[in-house]
């Protein structure tokens, strides 16, 4: 496979799971978190997927493309080391879809960085609501869905949150 196919395909699994994670919180209210702006690609696709849901959008700089910056009150910058912990004050409500996009090309970072996120993701999470991570999340493996019909394995992970009175 080329390395273009490559970057096709991986988009293609990317924009699968944000359809899938959208479609799974109808009726689970909240803002949606947005952890990794980066150009805005996947930000602009939640906002017309989910016109109605506050999206807030984490990074620790601004780069997005200039029509994909969430205005002041959605926007929050900083490492997610110092921003998640205050998160939940800063969005008001448990969060009905979070994604975390924040890979980069070192593998032990990501790991790190995934162990690290999976406890602050599920307490930021709405009872039912949907984490999908481009790492996996070791912490949330009970709470694991299926990935829509031709995401291969391991490209993405999806999980939901459980109702909480059960
Ligand atoms: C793969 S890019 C996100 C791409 C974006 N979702 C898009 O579709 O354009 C990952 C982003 O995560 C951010 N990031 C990674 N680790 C972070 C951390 N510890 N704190 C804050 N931001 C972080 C990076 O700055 C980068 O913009």
Redo the contacts with the bound molecule.
Sequence with gaps: MSRLDSAIRRLQAQRACLDRAASLIVGVPGPVVEL????????DHLRHLLPGRAIFA????L?AHPDCIPDAAHLVLG???DTLPTALQRIGARAALIHA???TGEAARNAR?AAWLAPHLARLAAPGGVILSDQELTGLADEALPLPQGVAAGRYFLYRKGDERD
Excluded: E, I, S
């Excluded at 990794?36 to 930000?43: E, F, V």
């Excluded at 984490?58 to 700089?61: E, G, S």
């Design positions: 990794g702006l980066g150009n805005g690609r996947t930000y984490f990074d620790r700089q780069d490492d997610f080391a996009d924040t890979g960085l």
